[in-house]
């Protein structure tokens, strides 16, 4: 059974920081691996999905890795901008068929 | 703004009462999602459809009852609700139903059982 886990449950940062955020998982044979961002009272927004064949994602100041051997995932925001601060969550998913597994989400604030 | 469109955004309602929350998106995908949310926990899935046939019930309780209309609409049909039922509900379709595409989520409905 997949475990997804993801360490600090909660992070304060300056403005302009680049920062990185990270999700371990228990089973090496994952499919994919998505982050999510989740602002409160709000449903979920889908930043980066990494297939296992790929080993990194880019999207605008966002980078999200993946190491398989090491059951590692990281997401890297550049120059971090108080709009930023929000929930992010990633997930993970062992087989076509299987569910998505979520971590609990790190929260992330930014301060101006 | 969220391609998902889900309604009502907020409900309260009574533990004899039947209610139904809806969810919409016209992004031709074909697999659509019904997850709960616990303040401060991650998702937890409830039910899949893909191709407009229910594939995947995890087990919930039959006071929740899903319904796939189209393959532009979700319900999820609510009797006989507990209070421990209050949660954000959210609903999510991908392209495809194998999870090799992202998931685009709704705002959800908040629902509150008194």
């Known amino acids: 059974k997949q475990e997804v886990t993801q360490i600090p449950a909660a992070l304060s940062v300056p403005e302009g920081e680049n920062l990185v955020l990270n999700c371990s998982f228990t089973?090496?044979?994952?499919?994919?691996l998505q982050w999510f961002r989740q602002d409160p009272g709000k449903g979920l927004t889908s930043l980066l999905l990494?297939?296992?064949?790929?080993r990194e994602q880019t999207s605008g100041r966002l980078n999200a890795s993946l190491d398989k051997s090491s059951g590692r995932s990281t997401l890297y925001i550049a120059a971090s901008q108080p709009g930023d601060s929000a929930t992010y969550l990633c997930?993970?998913?062992?087989?076509?068929?299987?569910?998505?597994?979520f971590g609990k989400g790190i929260t992330l604030s930014v301060r101006p | 703004d969220t391609e998902v469109t889900q309604t009502p955004k907020h409900l309260v309602m009574g533990m004899t009462n039947k209610k139904s929350l809806k969810c919409e998106q016209h992004?031709?995908?074909?697999?659509m999602y019904w997850y709960k949310q616990k303040a401060k926990k991650p998702p937890e899935l409830m039910f899949v459809?893909?191709?407009?046939?229910?594939?995947i019930n995890e087990s919930v309780p039959s006071r929740f009852s899903p319904e796939c209309p189209n393959s532009s609409l979700l319900n999820l049909h609510l009797h006989a609700l507990q209070p421990e039922d209050s949660a954000l509900y959210l609903c999510?379709?991908?392209?495809?139903?194998?999870?090799?595409?992202?998931?685009?989520f709704g705002n959800g409905t908040r629902l509150t059982v008194t």
């Open positions: 990494i297939q296992s064949s790929q």
């Open positions: 992004m031709g995908h074909r697999a």
């Open positions: 999510a379709s991908s392209y495809g139903g194998d999870y090799n595409s992202p998931l685009h």
């Open positions: 997930a993970g998913i062992t087989g076509a068929n299987s569910k998505l597994t």
């Open positions: 459809y893909s191709y407009e046939k229910l594939s």
């Open positions: 089973d090496s044979a994952i499919y994919n």
